[in-house]
């Protein structure tokens, strides 16, 4: 055995050896070893070297850039060659013997104009990062230092290209960025580009060799976006790069004015460039080394949930001008002043100011105002519950409120499979459609149809009893929802609730010829006028007589539409139509992660309240409120 294992790493080395005296181009002995897949137990590696490692450092925003490109990137192409390991009086020979070989290879890396073939085209990047425990956008300290220093996190992609083609990306984890590129074809004098765009949390589209990403949510995160190419041309005689990653966004701060309580609701300011096009053919005329800029969704960018001083990140863009709407939060809006032009790598600390002090209407919204806690805080409810529908199988969707308060899913209307119809609204826990723990896995997005069926859990995803805070993006009022930006909805806690049932009037109520929006031409619910509220409720409306109510009371109805619960085969069954109405609540009532609350609309109670259930896996209805 031990003859057999000497023989092995001596053919090893050899064979390694030889390849690297040869001429031959780095990737072709890159693929030497990418094609040997380590499964001999005794030759399985563990002994990695690496040539170079300076470190990556991307550029603060507003920081000035050294003299020239400045030290920073030092990738080895291939790092991590395996080594035998198993007997100690080898090993260091052996570690030499390769140190040796490796050294005398990278001497003998020549270019060659072409390189076909599966295998010979791949190459494994290592990019080391300076420091591995700074993380996004720190502005904590940019008073001090005059800029906000840029940094990465477990999960972020850096994107490469090469001969104006996008080539692959490096996926960064515990201070490196590390993957695979794939060069079909090498050609004279070309370096490597590297794009850092937005960062974990924002991916980009790709539609062949262009790349598209939205910055309009900064309500948890802020996107940055960089560009660099390396100094040396691929590939490099050394196998070191060095490039400056430079900033293709600006940093910019608002001073937010809003009544005291309402912080909750992200501010919303339009008019603004939110979307950055990346074409990795640098040179296309009429872009910005292959960036273009433009807007969406009214140009909206959503900053972060606080009164006071919040940065937002933006793009370039022209002076825009006033606008005496271009700001809202929740049911608060605001002039949005003349915002200068901004040009890459700003840093502006003057902040812009928005008084976000008028009430509005917001679309969507009904107009009846309703208490939901002892310090006055106001909210505004939805015209009707949410849901979401698809014309894709579930690949993208839209949210949007239903027509109707009365309106409703009713028994006959399910089908055999809940999770592949094209409109649904009745919903499992924090089904929002993001990852709301904040990890590289596709176990916590989940889509507005997934019905949980399978999870043994009751908790809903990874354990997450509450969807507020850090787990914010799991309530459904995240979305944008009728244009009107991100997190301007959410639901109501379950103290909220609580304290909504015991300050507001309720009642149960029939409304009569609804035609095919309910059960036999009715629909039941309870009603709730608004706080303080002089109105009276009946116990019976016609349609118009309803909407009256609604147009001149501001009143609110949930409709008893029961809930989703499990059939014999499937998460496909709904229960209790016209006996209890289902509503979900943000919050855990009493710390326990194997409850949710939620509101109950009962016949028989002909009442409203607020007790647990038990299970995160039933589907119920999803109302929100702006604040």
């Known amino acids: 055995m031990r003859k057999l294992f000497y023989l092995k790493a001596l053919m090893l080395s050899l064979c390694m050896a030889v390849s690297f005296v040869l001429p031959v181009n780095a990737q072709t002995a890159d693929a030497f070893i990418n094609d040997w897949d380590g499964s001999d137990d005794e030759l399985r590696g563990s002994f990695g070297i690496t040539i170079g490692g300076a470190g990556l450092i991307p550029q603060g925003i507003g920081e000035p850039a050294p003299l020239g490109s400045g030290l920073l990137i030092m990738s080895m192409l291939g790092a991590g060659y395996a080594v035998a390991r198993r007997r100690r009086s080898l090993r260091k020979g052996v570690m030499m013997l390769m140190a040796c070989v490796l050294l005398l290879g990278m001497t003998q890396c020549k270019k060659s104009p072409a390189l076909q073939g599966e295998g010979a085209h791949k190459a494994h990047i290592t990019l080391r990062v300076e420091d591995n425990s700074r993380v996004i956008v720190d502005t904590t300290n940019a008073a001090s230092v005059g800029y906000a220093a840029v940094s990465f996190e477990n999960g972020d992609k850096m994107y490469v290209g090469y001969n104006k083609t996008y080539v692959g990306y490096l996926t960064y984890s515990s201070g490196n960025f590390t993957g695979d590129i794939n060069i079909a074809e090498t050609v004279d004098d070309e370096p490597l580009y590297f794009y850092f765009l937005g960062g974990k949390g924002f991916e980009p589209t790709f539609d062949g060799n262009v790349a598209t990403l939205d910055i309009s949510d900064q309500v948890i995160k802020y996107p940055v976006i960089n560009y660099a190419h390396s100094a040396e041309v691929y590939p490099s005689a050394t196998g070191d790069y060095t490039a400056r990653l430079l900033n293709k966004c600006a940093i910019v701060k608002f001073h937010v004015n809003k009544p005291a309580g309402y912080d909750q609701a992200g501010t919303c300011i339009t008019g603004m460039n939110n979307l950055v096009t990346v074409d990795f053919d640098h040179t296309k005329a009429g872009t910005d080394e292959g960036f273009t800029y433009s807007l969406v969704n009214e140009g909206a960018i959503t900053i972060p949930s606080k009164i006071g001083d919040v940065w937002a990140v933006l793009l370039p863009q022209d002076e825009k001008a006033a606008d005496a709407d271009g700001a809202f939060s929740g049911r608060h809006?605001?002039?949005?002043?003349?915002?200068?032009?901004?040009v890459a790598n700003d840093y502006i600390s003057t902040p812009?100011?928005?008084d976000l002090s008028t009430e509005f209407q917001p679309t969507g919204a009904l107009s009846g105002l309703f208490k939901v806690n002892a310090d006055g805080k106001m909210v505004r409810f939805s015209k009707a519950n949410l849901k979401a529908t698809t014309t894709d199988g579930w690949n993208t969707w839209t949210w949007r409120f239903k027509d109707t308060q009365y309106e409703y899913e009713t028994a006959g209307e399910v089908g055999t499979n809940y999770?592949?119809?094209?409109?649904?609204?009745?919903?499992?826990?924090?089904?929002?459609?993001?990852?709301?723990?904040?990890?590289?896995?596709?176990?916590?997005y989940y889509k507005p149809n997934n019905t949980m069926e399978g999870h043994t859990s009751s908790f809903g995803p990874g354990g997450v009893s509450s969807i507020v805070g850090e787990y914010a993006k799991g309530d459904w009022g995240y979305?944008?929802?009728?244009?009107?930006?991100?997190?301007?909805?959410r639901c109501l806690t379950s103290d909220e609730w609580t304290y909504l049932r015991a300050n507001h009037t309720t009642r149960w109520v029939k409304i009569t010829g609804v035609g095919s929006l309910g059960t036999s031409g009715r629909?039941?619910?309870?009603?709730?006028?608004?706080?303080n509220s002089s109105a009276t409720l009946s116990s019976e409306y016609t349609v118009a007589q309803w909407e009256a109510m609604e147009s001149d009371y501001g009143a609110i109805l949930f409709p008893v539409c029961g809930f989703r619960a499990k059939s014999s085969s499937n998460y496909s069954k709904i229960t209790q139509v016209d006996t209890w109405g289902y509503y979900w609540a943000s919050t855990n009532g009493n710390m326990n992660n194997g409850k949710a609350y939620m509101v109950a609309a009962s016949w028989y109670e002909n009442n409203l309240r607020v007790p647990e259930l038990n299970s995160h896996l039933q589907g119920m209805s999803v109302r929100l409120v702006c604040e």
């Open 333 to 342: 809006k605001g002039t949005r002043p003349t915002i200068n032009a901004i």
């Open 352 to 354: 812009y100011e928005l």
């Open 419 to 444: 999770a592949n119809r094209t409109e649904v609204s009745l919903f499992s826990w924090a089904t929002s459609g993001y990852n709301i723990r904040g990890v590289e896995s596709s176990d916590y």
């Open 479 to 489: 979305n944008r929802i009728t244009n009107e930006g991100y997190y301007q909805w």
């Open 523 to 531: 629909c039941y619910g309870v009603a709730i006028l608004p706080y």
